[in-house]
């Protein structure tokens, strides 16, 4: 119990570094801490199995028509780790568990019941991807020696994913959405040019967290009105430095806005996770700890914003830019030739997506490794790239601030969406008392 006390301060501490508030630390469930299971769960570079299945996902992802498309990828995400995370401290009995513990045998492997969740949480996601994610299995488990505790491990593993399965079976994300009706008003949201693509997860505020309490649990204040000061100040920054031809924006603003816009931005700070876990050596009940963290955080985060995204209905920079004097607000002047240096994603523009997402990746992140951590980020979109940071905030403000560069987002969609962010990720870590990295 001292090696999860101590951790869990240590956890406590990097929260309240990255300035979040942590309630008193839970006590354990299931009891006492399985020797064996521990010595296994806490060996350097076991985490590595954990990696090699989220960089999985993010390949089927990577698969056309892998992926519903009215169902968001951070829910694959979320389950899979919170999965793999149940089955580890069902044994170990280290830390409390996302939902509940799943009985086990005293011999009973964790590396085993982590593999067997992450594998049977992924096939029944994506089953015409069973041959491949079966190959990953048998190759996991052959590493490890055949017998009684390999077989308890897999069936602990086999009953977390089963868990996790049903707990989210009706979580509303395979509702239809209803249709979406454009609005006609100054600031209405309304599809953007060039293509004019629907708008995209419309219903998806309606799906039940993960551990907020609801959607609105933080739902930002109402932005400025388009005929205000404020917006127009803010929607003229864009103009300006987000046009595809700027002359305002740097060199290096222009690179950022294109490389985050280049790939799901929940993927590049998954594979963040993935480095630093590896340079880290992560042991099995670190990494575990880690990716549920960011992935809960990821996935309530999307749920939260979509909810407010389709509440305020908020039109893009390209629809107000264009439009110009329609917006009622004489200090916006109309320029319908102006286009984004990246192309507009297909939904409102308050709160800022990439804002909010990255600020929780972050948050979750700078818990486990640190206000100081450095990281070089790489996108397999924009080959030869790196961008380097001196914290994982560093990392994040860039990713939100990319969007104003890009032309997406005005700073009120950005300053939201950090906010929005942040509070979803301390509800995470207060809810989850995971163990620290170190």
Do not use: C
């Not at 799943?102 to 069973?130: C, F, G, I, M, N």
């Not at 454009?182 to 600031?187: E, I, L, V």
């Not at 099995?284 to 509440?311: E, G, M, N, P, V």
């Not at 300053?415 to 995470?428: P, S």
């Amino acid at each position: 119990m001292r090696t999860r006390t101590r951790s869990l301060v240590i956890l406590a501490a990097a929260a309240a570094a990255a300035g979040i508030a942590v309630p008193a630390l839970a006590a354990t469930s299931g009891g006492g801490t399985s020797g064996g299971a521990a010595v296994l769960a806490d060996v350097p570079g076991s985490g590595q199995a954990v990696i090699d299945w989220n960089r999985q996902l993010i390949s089927i992802l990577g698969t056309p028509d892998a992926q519903p498309a009215t169902v968001h990828p951070t829910r694959s995400f979320a389950m899979l780790q919170a999965a793999e995370y149940d089955a580890v401290v069902s044994i170990t009995h280290a830390a409390s568990p996302y939902r509940a513990v799943t009985p086990a045998a005293d011999d009973a492997r964790p590396d085993a019941a982590a593999d067997q969740a992450a594998h049977d949480v992924l096939v029944a996601l994506y089953p015409s991807k069973r041959a491949g994610l079966d190959t990953q299995l048998s190759t996991e488990l052959a590493a490890m020696p055949a017998g009684q505790a390999t077989q308890d491990g897999v069936r602990v593993g086999a009953a977390a994913a089963q868990q996790m399965l049903e707990l989210r079976a009706s979580d509303g994300s395979s509702a239809a959405a209803a249709p979406f009706v454009a609005g006609t008003r100054p600031g209405d949201y309304r599809p953007t040019p060039p293509k004019f693509p629907a708008p995209m997860y419309t219903g998806w505020g309606s799906v039940t967290p993960f551990l907020l309490d609801s959607a609105t649990q933080f739902t930002p204040a109402a932005p400025p009105p388009v005929t205000g000061p404020a917006y127009a100040t803010a929607l003229n920054q864009v103009e300006s430095l987000g046009r595809d031809d700027s002359t305002t924006r740097t060199p290096d603003q222009t690179v950022a806005g294109r490389f985050w816009s280049a790939s799901p931005v929940w993927n590049t700070w998954n594979q963040v996770a993935q480095t630093l876990a590896a340079d880290r050596k992560a042991s099995l009940a670190q990494a575990t700890a880690a990716f549920a963290t960011l992935d809960l955080s990821l996935a309530d985060t999307t749920i939260a914003l979509y909810d407010a995204k389709y509440r305020e209905h908020v039109w893009r920079p390209v629809t107000a830019i264009q439009l110009g004097s329609a917006t009622g607000n004489p200090a916006i002047v109309a320029d319908p030739t102006w286009n984004p240096l990246t192309p507009t994603a297909a939904d409102p523009s308050y709160p800022g997506a990439h804002s909010a997402l990255s600020e929780a990746a972050a948050t979750s992140l700078t818990a486990f490794y640190g206000p100081r951590q450095a990281v070089a980020i790489t996108s397999s979109a924009v080959p030869g790239v790196t961008r380097t940071f001196t914290s994982l905030a560093a990392a994040a403000d860039e990713a939100g601030l990319s969007r104003i560069w890009a032309g997406q987002h005005t700073a009120l969609d950005h300053q939201a969406g950090q906010q929005l962010g942040r509070q979803v990720a301390g509800v995470v870590l207060g809810g989850l008392h995971l163990p620290s990295t170190g």
